[in-house]
């Protein structure tokens, strides 16, 4: 590979490939606001100015200026080096390139930041952009100075409605337009756009319309600053109290990568982050996606019940346990789950296997909207893996709903223990009154409603799991919060039921089920490992 240096330290490239590209992918930083990996180069900012130092025995480029003198008490004509930007700078070999180590750079950047902060508002204590901001970070690290106008700064819109989703504050916005580009470039919707110049430059909505695609929140999450925040976000949490961990998103088949962030004072999660993984969603993620992390805290089923009636956890496994008993394995209909993960469907599965169950079923949530971009039509994250883990446990793919409910209508099943809460056959949900159903869930649902025993089983972000997207990419979605009330994650409630009826399977713990998983179905990925 070619090599050009930066500061003394060799930076390898791909043909093509910008100085901060390459400097980014060696984990060099060279500070930008308007260059963004995902979207052209706009190069409107210079934060990344740097210093290209001639080839050896020719003279640098050099720019007459007007400098001030302390002593003279005036302007005096001096001379500096044309400085570039980074960020559109293609490498070229042997190049050499000062970055930190140049004098110019440094005093350009602070001239940069002065210049960018010199109408910004005071907003920091109330912007939820604070302990994430770019203008804060550089701020501290480029210039650190108070700036030197004295006057009133010029005021612009502030609060301006967006949309259903996204606030924009003028103020605050620095014109770098990753937002227009994103919009241009990742959706293909030209809703936002870029008017006047220089102080009174503000981004605009197309005439008519509003910012209602679906990755607006998406286009605010590339605001470097805070002009643009989500209405979801706006004044919940600060920051620097939440903790992150590597989940990936249950919205859909996609499985893109994300981060999860909640504070672990209260164990609440408030939002979602798209996490870089070039095999799935490259830098993005949709509304629906980014807004799933709702769900964790919405519509649960915190504690065990026993005919409507709530119970402790060890009640109901005996109940469930004495239920299917009687039940011989030929009607007895076991549900796995689409949407849980791959560790939850292998110990029911196992227990399917302990108890002479060869047939299963299969629930997820319905199909939904898709794209070309990343949405996909299937909303269950895991439906690959469950299909996988049937077929290499029992040698058959799970059946779906539409059979259960032919086979509970004919009699041929006596009896349900199902994980999960969706039921979309409306047919199914009214016929599983019939006959006794023992529910794994996480959610209120049709099936839990039905249920004769429900058992509270813990949400994706309450335990370590491995979801497969539709790919076939398997990656492991990080435990955030402690399981919310008596919930369990459900391998471990199946691994109590299996003790209630006198079943032994083959894992005790996290660990061994893990072991059994990787022997059976392929690892998580490891190239999204290394992407913490
Ligand atoms: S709103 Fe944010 S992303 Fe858009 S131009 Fe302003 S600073 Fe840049
Ligand atoms: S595309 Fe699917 S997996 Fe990706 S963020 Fe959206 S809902 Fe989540
Ligand atoms: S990052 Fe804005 S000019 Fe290079």
Redesign the pocket.
Known sequence: MPTFLLDDREIEFNPGETVIAAAERSGVDIPH??WHPGLSTAANCRMCLVEVLPPEGRPAMLLDVLRFDEDKGDYVLARKPKLQPACQLAAAPGMRIKSQTSEHAIEARAAVQEFLLLNHPVDCPICDQAGECRLQDYWLEHSGKKKRMKDEILHRPKAVDFGPTIV?DAE?????????R?CDEVVGDHV?D?RERGNLGE?ILAPGRQLDHAYTLM?EH????G??TSKDFRFKARVWFLRTVRSVCQGCATGCSSYTDFDPRNQTVYRYRPRENQEVNKYWMCDEGMLDYRRIHEGRILAAKVAGKKSSVDEALSEAASRLVPVGKDKLAIVLSYTHSSEDNLALLELARALGVQQTYATGRPSGEGDNILRHADKNPNRTGVVQLAQATLGAAPLDLASLSSAVESGAISAVLALGSYAEDADLAVKLDRVPVIALSTFEGAIAERATVVLPASSWAEADGTFVNANGLAQVSEKAIQPQGDSQPAWRLVLGLASKLGVSLPFAKAKDLGEVLSARAPKASAQTEAQA
Request: with cysteine; net charge positive.
């Open positions: 606001y308007c924009y605050r916005c620095i014109v770098c337009t990753r937002c227009v994103f936002l870029k981004i286009t590339v605001c470097p600053v002009a643009l």
